[in-house]
């Protein structure tokens, strides 16, 4: 939704055990002292951002879930929300205004208070005139929103430009609505995505860049110190080797499982491997507003000349399921009987033949080096598989590759005509993945709809749902619009991956959230 210290760290933990003879791993390094319970988290890359209005990627998400609060959170392992800052809500008759009245005596971790005008600074920073082409979430989260008034320093009310359905749900997500210190921003600009100041359950102590970053507990936090005292986000690129520390001690959590290493991880006895549903989506993308992919036929023929299944099968060896449409299985919405082009590759060459490409096509496909969370195999073992399927197809795929934070600027920018990428849900609505990426209004400006797609038809079905209070009359539209969007095969629909972690024993307090993002204040550890 991002990626050596260790070696160190290991001798440290067990000097510390030695000298303090305690019950508790100690850590003792910089910036930490005997008796302090740290957690180390490894990751398969850094972060881009702690600024939550300018991220979009899952890394950042994981630091910033837990610097920052929003007005309304998730239940744990649910998309339903309960009160954070906001204790209660009420809306209008028309669905148009929210009212919220916010948690009092609630500070900043620069000591600031928390208040309705701080919320209504959040809010404003990403509404026009101040909104950027840099706040990739913007237009999706908030767009819908009029005003925002504090009606007092207690009360803050929403003004809709008209009924949304998801809008409580967005609220909740762990990226661009969390509320940031109104005067940490003003006092450092552009650098607060590098100085987070939050309410939340840790406050950021330091960032190594490409190594770690570093929390410590919020201990004036409204809802419970932490029981730890510091969370550690270090960066281990390949799969294997975050295995290999955790299986040596050291590190305490870590995602982005190769395949290869699950029977081995779930072979140790003092490691819990924890499998949930994905609420996610692994697809290449095909611009559909150039050559070649501005012809739906050379799109479909694509779609037909990749063997999805047997990539399935054979890169993710269970630990993904084939994706039959732009929606994960655990989300309301999605529509079992969809079916996309089936592979069928003399069909395919019957189609790039009628688009006048007989066995002349080529094209440039965008990859990335890391793992992601919906693919843990890393973009170039997927991008090779599709290159030696579309050679059959007598196609020419040119594969250019990128660390994670490189390839997004990529896409981006418009490089290449084909791309691959992913999603995991941020609010368990299917507005998330239908709008959010493919919508016409998603294109240009930093927004999501990197495959430049364009449907009226599917666009006024998904303002419809939008707009809806049944939920029936949206899955109606949700149906329809899918339908369209298999069709139109902007995207081949690759793979849902189930959300894997695993931990030490020691870890109590940790889950796998649905929206794929790790909420840690109830974290703790022991041995």
């Not at 006092?187 to 960032?207: C, L, R, Y």
């Not at 510091?230 to 040596?248: D, H, Q, T």
Request: proline share 5%; net charge negative.
């Amino acid at each position: 939704m991002r990626r050596r210290l260790a070696g160190v760290l290991a001798s440290l933990f067990l000097v510390s055990t030695l000298l303090t003879g305690c019950g508790v791993i100690n850590s003792i390094g910089r910036g930490q002292t005997a008796g302090e319970k740290t957690v180390i988290f490894a990751r398969g890359a850094d972060s881009i951002s702690l600024d939550p209005a300018l991220i979009e990627d899952g890394e950042s998400a994981k630091v910033v879930a837990n610097v920052f609060d929003t007005l309304v959170r998730y239940r744990e392992g649910s998309t339903e929300v309960e009160p954070s800052l906001a204790t209660e809500w009420s809306t209008s008759d028309d669905e148009k205004e929210w009212t919220f009245k916010l948690r009092k005596g609630v500070k900043f971790h620069d000591g600031t208070p928390f208040n309705a005008e701080a919320v209504k600074f959040n809010v404003e920073r990403q509404l026009p005139p101040n909104q950027t082409a840099e706040m990739p979430y913007s237009e999706f989260t908030l767009g819908m929103v009029d005003k925002v008034v504090a009606v007092d320093e207690s009360t803050v009310k929403f003004v809709l430009k008209n009924p949304y359905a998801p809008f409580l749900l967005n609220l909740a997500m762990s990226l661009s609505v969390p509320i940031c210190s109104p005067e940490a921003i003003k006092k450092m600009g552009k650098d607060f995505g590098e100085n987070p100041v939050g309410t939340g359950p840790f406050a950021f102590e330091s960032w190594e860049k490409d190594t770690k970053i570093t929390l410590k507990a919020n201990q004036d936090y409204w809802d419970g110190k932490p029981k730890v005292d510091k969370l550690i986000f270090e960066v281990v690129k390949e799969n294997s080797a975050r295995a290999n520390k955790l299986l040596a001690g050291e590190a305490d959590i870590i995602d982005g499982i190769d395949p290869d290493d699950v029977g081995r991880l779930k072979g140790d006895a003092k490691l819990n491997v924890s499998t949930v549903p994905g609420m996610n989506i692994n697809y290449m993308g095909m611009r559909a507003d150039r050559k070649p992919f501005n012809d739906p036929k050379v799109r479909q023929a694509i779609s037909m000349a990749i063997n999805r299944e047997e990539i399935v099968n054979s890169l993710y060896k269970g630990n993904a399921v084939l994706a039959n449409g732009p929606l994960p299985s655990v989300l309301f919405g999605y529509v079992k009987e969809l079916q996309p082009y089936p592979y069928d590759p003399a069909k395919a060459k019957e189609l790039l033949k009628e688009a006048g490409y007989d066995d002349s096509l080529s094209f440039e496909l965008i990859s990335y080096t890391d793992a992601r969370p919906y693919n843990a195999i890393g973009g170039d073992n997927l991008a090779i598989a599709i290159q030696g399927y579309l050679k059959e197809a007598g196609v020419t795929v040119n594969i250019t590759s990128a660390a994670w934070k490189e390839h997004k600027d990529n896409v981006n920018n418009g490089k290449g005509e084909a791309y691959l990428c992913g999603w995991i849900g941020d609010n368990g609505d299917p507005d998330n993945f239908l709008y959010a990426l493919l919508h016409s209004n998603q294109i240009g400006n930093g927004r999501l709809n990197d495959a430049m797609y364009n449907n009226p038809k599917y666009d006024e079905l998904l303002l419809k749902a939008q707009q809806s209070s049944s939920n029936e009359e949206r899955i109606k539209n949700y149906t329809e619009a899918q339908q369209i969007l298999v069709k139109d095969a902007p995207w081949v629909f690759i793979s849902n991956s189930l959300d894997m972690a695993v931990s030490n024993k020691s870890i109590s307090g940790f889950s796998i959230h649905p929206t794929g993002v790790y909420f840690l204040r109830t974290l703790d550890k022991t041995t």
